[in-house]
């Protein structure tokens, strides 16, 4: 029977044209598109999801042409900066606003322009208040009543002018004068005009609502008093960088007013909010500032150090990252790379840290990795070619449609039988097919693995490499899933009559691989069973 078939494949989602391992190297045959009534016909694929990768086969002349470069898989302390534009600012903790609890005039200023330098304890202005004379009158005929009566007979006269001295004396206390100032104007006698308020804290005054003969109230702030013998420095850090940031990480600022110095301090906060406009987050760093070189509002560089630990690394330039998935090459030897995909976290310095698909020892390629891909996807497509029986088909039979096919046998298959356990290395193997005598078309494939002691291993990553034993065929690998009995299993295509290689390989952690290849017959000879009459 002739069958009409295109020579157009499709791989990855890109449809490429065939090729054939008889083509000359360095001409391309020439892409013919799908004869009529071949359009709905799907290809088969090497397992139970599209296949768009295979194994690459480029041998050590050609790596060296193309320039390929490996690099072994293993853990080592990932380090890098940070680094942001930052501003100084005053340390909110640091600052202290002078209110009144009194209402009065200001007669004399003594700290009267913004920027003055204050110490604790030191004079600020005086104020006259008419409430604060009387109550310091009330407190001086307390004062002269418990005198008086403290010689009385009667103890209740005596403990009550002992309080009412007391709850005068606390009135001035709320009123923010000493015990100091208070004991002096008992020692006076005489009820003071005018009150001196001193600054509470030692700083800068940044900021002065007060004028000589002003009338102030509880409500008005008077001076706020900044200490600046340490500042903050707020840092813009884009937010791809945020989670590489960690309170009490180490930082370093540096600015132009100071060449070559660098002020060290930590990060202290990270605000809990992004700056929608410049898509960064505010981090806090403090820093000391005993010279007081740091000023307010000044800007400069900060480098945060970040330290992620030591991390399975994977070099930067290695990983194919195509936005739905992440891939790289892995060396199996003799001229053969493997695509495996695997998951990455952040970026770290020239380094990924390896979440998942890696193992230390593994090497893999890091440049000259695209044209590998390039192959890997070739040669899916000539898997293809294979699976439909077309591996030792020209391309130019492929290209003119015509192609002899034969029949494929029709008829129940039996269930299933399981070849005989096989020693590889430190493990047992047994091959299971279903049904037991292979056909063309799917099976199933079921593998058993036993260690010492006949001991089933369910731990292990388990793959399939399949191919007949002929020119133009190139192996296609599919990954085996561990099943409810512990047997790990498979679906293939053999896409022909014939003797079929299948390699099983295992990996376990900390343990060399291990290969066997069992051979099977698929009955038939021809792809007329595949695609009908």
């Given at each position: 029977?002739?069958?009409?078939?295109?020579?157009?494949?499709?791989?990855?989602?890109?449809?490429?044209?065939?090729?054939?391992?008889?083509?000359?190297?360095?001409?391309?045959?020439?892409?013919v598109?799908?004869?009529?009534?071949?359009?709905?016909?799907?290809?088969?694929?090497?397992?139970?999801?599209?296949?768009?990768?295979?194994?690459?086969?480029?041998?050590?002349a050609?790596?060296?042409?193309?320039?390929?470069?490996?690099?072994?898989?293993?853990?080592?302390?990932?380090?890098?900066t940070?680094?942001?534009?930052?501003?100084?600012?005053?340390?909110?903790?640091r600052?202290?606003?002078?209110?009144?609890?009194?209402?009065?005039?200001?007669?004399?200023?003594f700290?009267?322009?913004?920027?003055?330098?204050?110490?604790?304890?030191?004079?600020?202005?005086?104020?006259?208040?008419?409430?604060l004379?009387?109550?310091?009158?009330?407190?001086?005929l307390?004062?002269?009543?418990?005198?008086?009566?403290?010689?009385?007979?009667?103890?209740?006269?005596?403990?009550?002018?002992?309080?009412?001295?007391?709850?005068?004396?606390e009135?001035?206390?709320?009123?923010?004068?000493?015990?100091?100032?208070?004991n002096?104007?008992?020692?006076?006698?005489?009820?003071?005009?005018?009150?001196?308020?001193?600054?509470?804290?030692?700083?800068?005054?940044?900021?002065?609502?007060?004028?000589?003969?002003?009338?102030?109230?509880?409500?008005?702030?008077?001076?706020?008093?900044?200490?600046?013998?340490?500042?903050?420095?707020?840092?813009?850090?884009?937010?791809?960088?945020?989670?590489?940031?960690?309170t009490?990480?180490?930082?370093?600022?540096?600015?132009?007013?100071?060449?070559?110095?660098?002020?060290?301090?930590?990060?202290s906060?990270?605000?809990?909010?992004?700056?929608?406009?410049?898509?960064?987050?505010?981090?806090?760093?403090?820093?000391?500032?005993?010279?007081?070189?740091?000023k307010?509002?000044?800007?400069?560089?900060?480098?945060?150090?970040?330290?992620?630990?030591?991390?399975l690394?994977l070099?930067?330039?290695?990983?194919?990252?195509?936005?739905?998935?992440?891939?790289?090459?892995?060396?199996?030897?003799?001229?053969?790379?493997?695509?495996?995909?695997?998951?990455?976290?952040?970026?770290?310095?020239?380094?990924?840290?390896?979440r998942?698909?890696?193992?230390?020892?593994?090497?893999?390629?890091?440049?000259?990795?695209?044209?590998?891909?390039?192959e890997?996807?070739?040669?899916?497509?000539?898997?293809?070619?294979g699976?439909?029986?077309?591996?030792?088909?020209?391309?130019?039979?492929?290209?003119?449609?015509?192609?002899?096919?034969?029949?494929?046998?029709?008829?129940?298959?039996?269930?299933?039988?399981?070849?005989?356990?096989?020693k590889?290395?430190?493990?047992?193997?047994?091959?299971v097919t279903?049904?037991?005598s292979?056909?063309?078309?799917?099976?199933?494939?079921?593998?058993?693995?036993?260690?010492?002691?006949?001991?089933?291993?369910t731990?292990?990553?388990?793959?399939?490499?399949?191919?007949?034993?002929?020119?133009?065929?190139?192996?296609?690998?599919?990954?085996?899933?561990?099943?409810?009995?512990?047997?790990?299993?498979a679906k293939?295509?053999?896409?022909?009559?014939?003797?079929?290689?299948?390699?099983?390989?295992?990996?376990?952690?900390?343990?060399?691989?291990?290969?066997?290849?069992f051979?099977?017959?698929?009955?038939?000879?021809?792809?007329?069973?595949?695609?009908?009459?």
């Open positions: 029977m002739m069958v009409a078939l295109g020579a157009w494949f499709v791989t990855g989602g890109t449809r490429q044209p065939a090729s054939s391992g008889g083509s000359m190297p360095g001409k391309q045959p020439e892409a598109p799908p004869k009529d009534g071949m359009a709905d016909m799907s290809m088969p694929t090497g397992g139970e999801s599209n296949v768009s990768q295979a194994y690459a086969m480029v041998p050590p050609r790596q060296q042409l193309i320039g390929v470069t490996t690099a072994v898989i293993e853990e080592r302390p990932l380090k890098t940070t680094r942001a534009v930052g501003r100084v600012e005053y340390d909110e903790q600052i202290t606003h002078v209110n009144l609890r009194i209402s009065g005039w200001v007669d004399e200023l700290v009267d322009f913004t920027g003055q330098p204050v110490r604790k304890g030191q004079p600020l202005f005086n104020l006259y208040s008419p409430d004379v009387a109550t310091q009158d009330e407190f001086l307390a004062l002269r009543s418990r005198d008086k009566l403290k010689d009385s007979p009667i103890p209740e006269v005596r403990e009550q002018a002992e309080q009412l001295l007391e709850a005068t004396r009135r001035l206390r709320l009123w923010t004068l000493t015990d100091t100032q208070i002096e104007i008992a020692r006076r006698g005489k009820a003071k005009t005018y009150l001196t308020i001193y600054s509470p804290v030692e700083g800068y005054v940044i900021d002065k609502q007060v004028f000589k003969g002003m009338f102030v109230q509880p409500e008005t702030r008077l001076y706020s008093i900044a200490d600046l013998s340490e500042v903050w420095m707020n840092a813009e850090v884009y937010e791809f960088e945020v989670p590489f940031v960690k009490g990480q180490l930082a370093a600022a540096t600015f132009a007013a100071y060449p070559g110095q660098a002020f060290h301090g930590r990060v906060y990270i605000y809990p909010y992004l700056n929608q406009e410049a898509r960064t987050v505010k981090v806090r760093l403090e820093l000391p500032n005993p010279q007081l070189l740091l307010p509002e000044m800007y400069g560089t900060v480098q945060i150090d970040v330290n992620r630990g030591v991390q690394a070099p930067e330039g290695a990983l194919l990252d195509s936005g739905t998935r992440q891939l790289v090459f892995v060396v199996r030897g003799e001229g053969l790379f493997e695509p495996r995909e695997v998951a990455v976290g952040p970026k770290i310095g020239t380094y990924y840290e390896v998942e698909g890696l193992q230390p020892g593994d090497r893999v390629v890091t440049s000259g990795n695209f044209l590998i891909d390039s890997s996807k070739l040669m899916a497509a000539t898997n293809m070619m699976s439909l029986g077309m591996g030792g088909i020209r391309m130019e039979q492929a290209q003119m449609g015509q192609m002899e096919m034969g029949e494929m046998p029709r008829g129940t298959p039996e269930r299933r039988k399981a070849t005989a356990g096989r590889a290395g430190d493990l047992t193997l047994a091959l279903e049904p037991a292979p056909r063309i078309g799917e099976n199933l494939i079921r593998v058993t693995i036993k260690g010492e002691g006949g001991k089933q291993v731990n292990a990553i388990v793959q399939l490499t399949y191919t007949m034993p002929m020119p133009g065929m190139m192996p296609a690998t599919v990954p085996m899933k561990r099943g409810k009995d512990g047997a790990y299993e293939v295509n053999l896409g022909m009559g014939g003797q079929w290689d299948l390699t099983v390989t295992v990996q376990r952690a900390g343990q060399p691989d291990v290969n066997e290849t051979s099977v017959t698929a009955g038939g000879g021809g792809l007329s069973g595949m695609l009908g009459k």
